[in-house]
């Protein structure tokens, strides 16, 4: 997420203007960009989502068997959290390597890191055949997954967010964004297909394994794809011109640490959205529902579809209206949407899915505008890893464990927690964006 971002990094909103930079021989087209950017970010969330269904589906049965089946799912979203607390520290590592080796071969490790993790975790035996050792082995492969995340970040978005029309710029930031939802039907789609093809014992025995390998050789396609653009010349004159190229995390941190905050905290309604909508409701449905996981996954589907319908309107919502408006304003409806949440999720099948449709429809809107809204703050020099880490940080403390406070808070106390947790990230957003307003007005 990112992305993990994931799965999806920021591009400025402000970011400066193609006339700043000389011209070159080079022509760089905006539209190989994005379909650069969309593969890229469509494998990392591939990922992302084939193990968060998992983490409902499998893991529970699979690795903590012996376990309530509540206990048990909550000690696998612990674990899915492991891979954003690890995600920074891939981000680091990886601007250290860019900086020695270049930028083909930080993408190159980070691409085989997360295809070697994501295809380890398909051939991991269960907690029945070597005891507790598979969870640590599935634990390290998650942190894998993270580092690995953590290292994709490829300068794309940023770029493409330079090289967009004046007045385009909301719709060439949401490219990116789609990523998200493809992943997502891609995933939901194919585990919903092995669910409902297999008996139970036989989707636990091996059908499971199934979306980790096509995660692994969607991984080797974005990886051929990606490098074919950062490699050429003309997109590497461009990268540096526009100084996109790593700096360290210490430096960055002391200088622009700030920004790093605020545009982590502006981006938290719609992280804290993400799970909320897409992870954390297939395990309620899954534990205190008698909803069909088939039919709620084909649901979910849909929902991933309108979700790519409403990230495409965002692009015009914001280009009409500014960037930094629109995200407030649907932070604003993500927080009045969170007082219907615990009555929709209550409210038998057609409360729930129309929860998960809602939540779509907002997902879209919201997320395919937070990324890089405030990113413009930073200093040319230090846009490209104040980029990475923004987004890092957002999934960290937006995103990474809200299926696990949301299940266990929901479980033991009721689900008007749900709403607690979307109004806390609603209002975070509002208080970085007003926060972002007033020291520009001041400076």
């Known amino acids: 997420m990112s992305s993990i971002s994931h799965a999806t990094h920021p591009a400025s909103m402000n970011a400066p203007s193609a006339a700043r930079y000389p011209e070159t021989e080079h022509h760089v087209d905006p539209g190989d960009i994005a379909v650069g950017v969309v593969i890229g970010r469509t494998s990392e969330y591939f990922d992302f989502f084939v193990y968060?269904?998992?983490?409902?589906?499998?893991?529970?049965?699979?690795?903590?068997?012996?376990?309530?089946?509540?206990?048990?799912?909550?000690?696998?979203?612990?674990?899915?959290?492991?891979?954003?607390?690890?995600?920074?520290?891939g981000t680091v590592i990886s601007m250290a390597i860019q900086r020695r080796w270049g930028r083909a071969a930080k993408l190159t490790v980070a691409l085989f890191l997360l295809g070697s993790s994501t295809a380890g975790i398909a051939f991991l035996p269960g907690t029945a055949t070597v005891g507790l050792t598979a969870v640590w082995m599935l634990a390290a492969l998650r942190v894998g997954q993270g580092l690995a995340l953590g290292g994709s970040w490829d300068g794309?978005?940023?770029?493409?967010?330079?090289?967009?029309?004046?007045?385009?710029?909301?719709?060439?930031?949401?490219?990116?964004?789609?990523?998200a939802p493809i992943g997502f039907i891609l995933a939901s789609a194919l585990f919903a297909y092995l669910y409902a093809s297999l008996s139970h014992a036989d989707f636990l025995d091996y059908?499971?394994?199934?979306?980790?390998?096509?995660?692994?050789?969607?991984?080797?396609?974005?990886?051929?794809?990606?490098?074919?653009?950062?490699?050429?010349?003309?997109?590497?004159?461009?990268?540096?011109?526009?100084?996109?190229?790593?700096?360290?995390?210490?430096?960055?941190?002391?200088?622009?640490?700030?920004?790093?905050?605020?545009?982590?905290?502006?981006?938290?309604?719609?992280y804290a959205l993400f799970h909320l909508i897409t992870v954390f409701p297939l395990s309620w449905i899954q534990l205190y529902t008698e909803q069909s996981i088939v039919e709620f996954l084909l649901i979910q589907t849909l929902g991933g579809f309108l979700c790519a319908g409403s990230?495409?309107?965002?692009?015009?919502?914001?280009?009409?209206?500014?960037?930094?408006?629109?995200?407030?304003?649907?932070?604003?409806?993500?927080?009045?949407?969170?007082?219907?949440?615990?009555?929709?999720?209550?409210?038998?099948?057609?409360?729930?899915?129309?929860?998960?449709?809602?939540?779509?429809?907002?997902?879209?809107?919201?997320?395919?505008?937070?990324?890089?809204?405030?990113?413009?703050?930073?200093?040319?020099?230090?846009?490209?890893?104040?980029?990475?880490?923004?987004?890092?940080?957002?999934?960290?403390?937006?995103?990474?464990?809200?299926?696990?406070?949301?299940?266990?808070l929901s479980a033991h106390f009721g689900l008007g927690y749900v709403s607690v947790y979307l109004l806390s990230g609603a209002a975070c957003t509002l208080g970085a964006l007003a926060l972002n307003r007033a020291l520009e007005e001041r400076d």
């Not at 794309?156 to 990523?179: D, E, F, I, T």
């Open 52 to 89: 968060g269904i998992a983490s409902v589906l499998v893991f529970p049965s699979v690795f903590f068997p012996y376990m309530q089946r509540l206990d048990g799912t909550l000690w696998s979203f612990a674990l899915f959290a492991l891979a954003f607390i690890a995600r920074p520290f």
């Open 156 to 179: 794309l978005p940023s770029l493409l967010a330079m090289n967009a029309p004046k007045g385009k710029r909301g719709w060439y930031a949401m490219v990116g964004q789609l990523g």
């Open 207 to 270: 059908g499971w394994r199934y979306p980790f390998f096509v995660a692994f050789a969607i991984n080797v396609v974005a990886l051929f794809a990606r490098l074919r653009l950062v490699v050429a010349e003309e997109f590497e004159e461009q990268l540096n011109q526009r100084e996109l190229a790593p700096v360290s995390a210490t430096e960055l941190m002391r200088t622009q640490g700030g920004n790093v905050v605020i545009g982590a905290f502006a981006a938290l309604a719609s």
């Open 311 to 408: 990230i495409v309107a965002s692009g015009w919502l914001a280009d009409r209206y500014g960037r930094r408006r629109t995200l407030g304003t649907l932070a604003t409806m993500i927080a009045v949407f969170s007082g219907f949440a615990p009555t929709l999720l209550d409210g038998g099948t057609l409360g729930q899915d129309v929860f998960i449709l809602l939540g779509f429809i907002l997902l879209g809107l919201s997320y395919g505008q937070s990324s890089g809204t405030v990113t413009a703050n930073f200093a040319p020099r230090y846009r490209y890893t104040g980029a990475a880490l923004t987004s890092d940080i957002a999934w960290l403390i937006g995103a990474a464990f809200a299926p696990l406070v949301a299940l266990g």
